[in-house]
């Protein structure tokens, strides 16, 4: 088994068939053994899903040890949006490669990521060619509002969460995705955790599991 990207797979126990997979992307400087962690508090209640953390195709400018999704050495809105689109056909990629190697549709699928994670996940989950179980957003912003409307194809039902103190992705930007999935139409939900920085605390897991049961209709 061998894939476009370097990736980390949880599988579910030996005796459980595979039924729903969680693609988990990591945030900048991050790999997939970082956002792994996240899967400790639900993989008991997710018995037949397969967790997928892959590294980003390239080598973190300010942080050699880790991985970026674009890169964000220019301060340049269309430098930006053109490394996070040529990635973009990267993770396209490697997606396909996933389900063909599990055999499940994206209805199976739920996409996912932290800070740079959850902002490609937005932009790969609108604009994908068949219409994903659901997206589920850490601490991200939409990359480029003007260019994402013109491209969306699917509207999956979406939640965003957000620390209320994040000084790194300030929660400003969630609530700015929000507006801008609801006026496209995107069902959407925002929870904000108070008195939470830039990371993922037990409670926004939380909120994370309920929303990946919903959308896989798991009791």
């Given at each position: ?37 996240v899967v400790l508090n639900w993989k008991r209640f997710l018995p037949n899903t ?123 930007n969630s609530l700015e995705a929000k507006d801008f999935l609801e006026r496209n ?35």
């Amino acid at each position: 088994m061998s894939f476009c990207l370097d990736t980390k797979l949880i599988k579910p126990d030996s005796d459980k068939e595979i039924k729903n997979i969680v693609i988990l992307l990591h945030g900048y400087g991050g790999d997939g053994n970082d956002i792994a962690q996240v899967v400790l508090n639900w993989k008991r209640f997710l018995p037949n899903t397969l967790f997928v953390c892959p590294n980003a195709p390239e080598v973190c400018s300010i942080n050699p040890v880790g991985y970026q999704w674009f890169d964000l050495s220019k301060d340049d809105e269309e430098f930006v949006l053109n490394e996070s689109k040529k990635n973009e056909l990267v993770l396209k990629n490697f997606l396909n490669e996933i389900k063909e190697e599990f055999s499940l549709p994206n209805s199976k699928i739920c996409l996912s990521g932290f800070s740079q994670g959850c902002m490609m996940s937005i932009s790969v989950g609108l604009s994908s060619d068949e219409k994903y179980s659901g997206i589920l957003g850490f601490s991200g912003k939409i990359i480029n509002k003007n260019d994402l409307s013109k491209r969306i194809t699917f509207k999956p039902e979406t939640l965003l969460i957000h620390g209320e103190n994040d000084d790194i992705v300030p929660c400003v930007n969630s609530l700015e995705a929000k507006d801008f999935l609801e006026r496209n139409k995107i069902p959407v939900k925002l929870e904000i955790i108070k008195n939470c920085g830039h990371h993922i605390p037990i409670e926004a897991s939380s909120f994370g599991l309920k929303f990946i049961k919903k959308i896989f209709n798991i009791n």
